[in-house]
């Protein structure tokens, strides 16, 4: 198994709080991606990122911000928290060398926004 | 853009069935797919991936499936279920080298995947 640890790995906040979510990966890989999943909507793409301080948006950012800092972490930022965004979180990884590579998935953070 | 079609929301089969879970995609040049399957309370595990070349890929624990380019299709099947495949099942297409969306995975619906003894 790659990896990939998410921390926490449930949480419980109350709406218009700040969250924030940690990815952690020991491959080095310089890829990392955060998902949310919803029924109904399999996974959707929130942020990525192709390498330090380099970040990109994805499908259902509004609302998210992300951060990284240094190759292993990779940060979810909730800067005010709705009950929309009541979720699982998945963090991936992957290592594209002239084609997409697979991406590993983390075990992810259930977040529920009273 | 990308996207992916699992037209079965909820698939049941009985133990030593056969199953074939359907996947159809849009991508307007050659995709990459991919086959993810997700326990529950669990994060998802790659089952098989097709890149080029032979259109059938064998994967994990005794999955296949065949990518048919002119029906824009990627079914997964497996000769005999195990009633530990009961989980939730999710094809996914990513971009080729070149476009924007380089890197990313455009993820179906997802398939839920009960099995009977």
């Known amino acids: 198994d790659a990896g990939i640890t998410q921390s926490p790995r449930h949480k419980v906040t109350e709406t218009g709080t700040p969250v924030t979510l940690r990815c952690h990966q020991t491959e080095n890989h310089r890829y990392m991606y955060w998902y949310r999943q919803d029924p109904g909507h399999g996974l959707r793409l929130i942020h990525y990122?192709?390498?330090?301080?380099?970040?990109d948006k994805g499908e259902v950012s509004d609302g998210y911000s992300v951060s990284r800092s240094k190759t292993e972490d990779f940060l979810l930022t909730l800067e005010s928290a709705t009950s929309s965004q009541t979720s699982v979180y998945f963090c991936a990884i992957s290592e594209i060398a002239g084609g997409p590579d697979t991406q590993y998935f983390g075990p992810g953070t259930r977040l529920t926004v009273l | 853009a990308q996207s992916v079609t699992q037209p079965d929301i909820h698939i049941t089969v009985s133990e030593g069935a056969s199953l074939e879970l359907r996947c159809n995609y849009s991508y307007g040049a050659t995709p990459y797919l991919f086959w993810y399957v997700q326990s529950p309370g669990q994060g998802l595990q790659l089952l098989l991936k097709y890149f080029s070349g032979d259109t059938l890929v064998q994967g994990i624990k005794g999955f296949e499936a065949e990518f048919k380019r002119s029906q824009s299709s990627f079914n997964l099947r497996k000769p005999s279920v195990h009633w530990s495949d009961a989980a939730e099942y999710f094809c996914?297409?990513?971009?080729?080298?070149?476009?924007?969306?380089?890197?990313?995975?455009?993820f179906g619906q997802g398939t839920i995947l009960t099995v009977h003894p």
């Open positions: 996914a297409v990513g971009a080729g080298a070149g476009g924007t969306s380089y890197g990313k995975l455009t």
């Open positions: 990122s192709y390498g330090v301080k380099d970040t």
